[in-house]
């Protein structure tokens, strides 16, 4: 099986960060770095590297829209037959004198 990590002459593991030497543990899981700071700078680097290759990919991706664009969705504007007032000014109502409420009986 091979690893990726870097190796001195010696065939030592170095930290897979800063590349000093790492204090392997006479049991257990081999480490890959020389502590916890480089561990955590490691991980900082990895996340960074993902957030900002998603940040380019999405900049560059042409958004996806649900709404069909090539058609015109607006309805026309209504045209009154000539002679005649068109159904929306006879629908609207104007308020006149006599549809006001009295406040109070005299």
Do not use: F, N
Request: aromatic share 4%; hydrophobic share 30%.
């Amino acid at each position: 099986m091979s690893d990726d990590y870097p190796t001195d002459e010696r065939g030592l593991r170095r930290c897979a960060r800063c590349g000093e030497k790492v204090q392997q543990p006479a049991t257990g899981r081999l480490r890959d770095y020389c502590g916890r700071t480089c561990r955590e700078l490691a991980y900082r680097e990895r996340r960074t590297g993902r957030l900002i290759a998603e940040a380019v990919t999405a900049a560059l991706t042409p958004p996806v829209s649900s709404v069909d664009e090539t058609v015109d969705v607006t309805p026309p504007a209504p045209v009154p037959a000539p002679g005649r007032p068109s159904r929306w000014i006879r629908q609207a109502h104007i308020p006149t004198r006599t549809d006001t409420l009295p406040l109070w009986e005299e």
